[in-house]
């Protein structure tokens, strides 16, 4: 699963927290709460390799720039998270 998906799934359950506790009751249960992200050689390389790569389209180099970024926009993505 991609890590846009797993971030969407994320939210939706922020979303559900919200809507069965109350948002006061979620916002503590979230303040409890661990969120590990791993990102795997596996995403790196399949990506490169299955995605990118069949017409060469970008160097190496280029294409770990563009993985960082992308993390970085995933990262900053979860607007459920703004009050938290």
Not at 46 to 67: A, G, H, M
């Amino acid at each position: 699963m991609d890590f846009d998906t797993q971030i969407q799934w994320f939210n939706n359950s922020i979303q559900q927290y919200n809507e069965l506790l109350g948002p006061a009751e979620a916002k503590k249960l979230l303040a409890k709460s661990i969120v590990i992200t791993v990102l795997g050689s596996n995403d790196y390389v399949n990506n490169y390799l299955l995605r990118y790569s069949p017409d060469k389209k970008y160097t190496p180099t280029e294409f770990k720039e563009i993985v960082l970024q992308k993390a970085q926009d995933q990262v900053k993505v979860s607007p459920c998270l703004e009050d938290y």
